[in-house]
């Protein structure tokens, strides 16, 4: 009998060779004619192939052998029939031998199983396979934590930990804290602590500003209400009735208060002709007063910018070859306005420096009337009460 062997991985084939009948009676006592029998295969364990030289099945190096075992930059492990996708700050460690396995190390050869034996599968799980040899433990890098089956995943610290104060979002490998409006991230990036949004700027508020865990809030001196977010609006006491006078005063609004004045403002040797109007009808009594006075009452804010208009004074009447002057005749001793001629008929009061408040002013302008004809003048006079409030809004 001779045997025809083929290279490893080939079927072998027999075929029987009758030499002489004499021969093989000597050599067998019975002579069987043989057939031909089938041919013999190896099959390895998914992630082998058989290795024909040493004839026995050989671990596959997958990370050698596909450029894009591992993906989203994870590192490939080879591994007994497998391999492995892991972060690349992942670390392996065989716990039968106790020692680091390396990227990519060449695994040990496993011995070819006939299909007579029963095979043991690999097991199988995302991201590569490990083999039936050896119990692995896989350290995985902060953020994330292995699995029951040796894979590296993202730790959802949110949910396990619940690290934030506030919100939080989780990530690959890590997490991220968020705050309330109104809060802003401490430095340890988990804590939240209040934004004090008054520090910001002064125009915040247009009085003051006041915060407040997460939020501010502006508020407004005595007189005033808030309008909008910000800007304070004076409070007309004297529209509201929220005022004190009596009934023979008259209320007077200004920014921020208000004031009570007489009705009747007139004082001897002048009686009320009408609202606000004084005149003297006795010529002995008032021999050198102006002949009569017209009261008027106005109110503007604190430290306005200057130079300002703030009254104008006007004739009521006008006559032919008549001349008119003006002037300041009395409460301007710190110079703080000046009277400015606009026409024949009118003046403008011009407020030169800023003032403060809440204070008074009581500022006499008189007008004198030259006739050219007649050759004789007369006055007469306004008294203006200005009432400064207390800030310049």
Same mark, same amino acid.
Request: charged share 20%; hydrophobic share 30%; proline share 7%.
């Given at each position: 009998?001779?045997?025809?062997?083929? $290279?490893?991985?080939? =079927?072998?084939?027999?075929?029987?060779? $009758?030499?002489?009948?004499?021969?093989?009676? %000597?050599?067998?006592?019975?002579?069987?004619?043989?057939?031909?029998?089938?041919?013999?295969?190896?099959?390895?364990?998914?992630?082998?192939?058989?290795?024909?030289?040493?004839?026995?099945?050989?671990?596959?190096?997958?990370?050698?052998?596909?450029?894009?075992?591992?993906?989203?930059?994870?590192?490939?492990?080879?591994?007994?029939?497998?391999? &492995?996708?892991?972060?690349?700050?992942?670390?392996?460690?065989?716990?039968?031998?106790?020692?680091?396995?390396?990227?990519?190390?060449?695994?040990?050869?496993?011995?070819?199983?006939?299909?007579?034996?029963?095979?043991?599968?690999?097991?199988?799980?995302?991201?590569?396979?490990?083999?039936?040899?050896?119990?692995?433990?896989? !350290?995985?890098?902060?953020?994330?934590?292995?699995?029951?089956?040796?894979?590296?995943?993202?730790?959802?610290?949110?949910?396990?930990?619940?690290?934030?104060?506030?919100?939080?979002?989780?990530?690959?490998?890590?997490?991220?804290?968020?705050?309330?409006?109104? =809060?802003?991230?401490?430095?340890?990036?988990?804590?939240?602590?209040?934004?004090?949004?008054?520090?910001?700027?002064?125009?915040?508020?247009?009085?003051?500003?006041?915060?407040?865990?997460?939020?501010?809030?502006?508020?407004?001196? *005595?007189?005033?209400?808030?309008?909008?977010?910000? &800007?304070?609006?004076?409070?007309?006491?004297?529209?509201?009735?929220?005022?004190?006078?009596?009934?023979?005063?008259?209320?007077?609004?200004?920014?921020?208060?208000? !004031?009570?004045?007489?009705?009747?403002?007139?004082? %001897?040797?002048?009686?009320?002709?009408?609202?606000?109007?004084?005149?003297?009808?006795?010529?002995? *009594?008032?021999?050198?007063?102006?002949?009569?006075?017209?009261?008027?009452?106005?109110?503007?804010?604190?430290?306005?910018?200057?130079?300002?208009?703030?009254?104008?004074?006007?004739?009521?009447?006008?006559?032919?070859?008549?001349?008119?002057?003006?002037?300041?005749? %009395?409460?301007?001793?710190?110079?703080?306005?000046?009277? !400015?001629?606009?026409?024949?008929?009118? %003046?403008?009061?011009?407020?030169?420096?800023?003032?403060?408040?809440?204070?008074?002013?009581?500022?006499?302008?008189?007008?004198?009337?030259?006739? &050219?004809?007649?050759?004789?003048?007369?006055?007469?006079?306004? !008294?203006?009460?200005?009432?400064?409030?207390?800030?310049?809004?």
């Amino acid at each position: 009998m001779a045997r025809h062997v083929p $290279w490893p991985g080939h =079927h072998v084939t027999v075929n029987m060779l $009758w030499i002489c009948v004499g021969l093989l009676a %000597a050599l067998f006592p019975v002579v069987v004619p043989q057939e031909t029998q089938e041919p013999i295969s190896y099959s390895c364990t998914e992630g082998y192939e058989y290795d024909s030289v040493r004839e026995q099945c050989k671990d596959i190096d997958e990370c050698a052998l596909l450029d894009d075992a591992c993906k989203g930059g994870m590192q490939c492990i080879n591994h007994f029939g497998g391999y &492995l996708c892991l972060p690349k700050s992942a670390v392996i460690v065989i716990s039968k031998e106790g020692e680091e396995m390396p990227p990519r190390e060449p695994a040990a050869p496993v011995p070819a199983v006939p299909p007579s034996q029963p095979q043991r599968p690999a097991r199988v799980f995302p991201g590569g396979r490990v083999s039936q040899t050896g119990r692995m433990t896989v !350290r995985c890098s902060a953020g994330f934590v292995a699995d029951e089956q040796n894979v590296c995943r993202d730790a959802n610290e949110c949910d396990t930990q619940n690290p934030c104060q506030h919100h939080c979002y989780n990530l690959i490998g890590s997490f991220l804290c968020q705050c309330d409006q109104g =809060h802003e991230l401490a430095p340890d990036l988990v804590s939240c602590q209040d934004i004090n949004e008054c520090s910001f700027s002064s125009y915040m508020c247009q009085y003051q500003c006041i915060n407040s865990p997460g939020s501010y809030s502006c508020e407004c001196p *005595e007189g005033y209400q808030l309008q909008g977010n910000r &800007l304070c609006q004076d409070v007309n006491e004297c529209e509201t009735g929220t005022h004190n006078c009596q009934d023979d005063e008259m209320c007077w609004n200004y920014y921020g208060g208000f !004031r009570c004045y007489p009705r009747n403002p007139c004082e %001897a040797p002048y009686t009320q002709s009408s609202e606000n109007r004084c005149i003297c009808r006795s010529q002995t *009594e008032c021999q050198g007063l102006p002949p009569s006075i017209v009261y008027k009452y106005m109110s503007i804010q604190a430290e306005r910018p200057v130079p300002a208009d703030i009254f104008q004074i006007q004739a009521t009447s006008t006559y032919v070859n008549t001349q008119n002057n003006f002037r300041i005749k %009395a409460g301007n001793e710190a110079g703080d306005f000046f009277l !400015r001629r606009s026409s024949n008929v009118s %003046a403008m009061l011009v407020l030169t420096k800023p003032l403060s408040g809440p204070r008074e002013y009581v500022v006499d302008l008189e007008m004198i009337t030259h006739h &050219l004809i007649m050759n004789y003048h007369s006055s007469s006079l306004l !008294r203006l009460t200005i009432i400064v409030g207390a800030y310049a809004f």
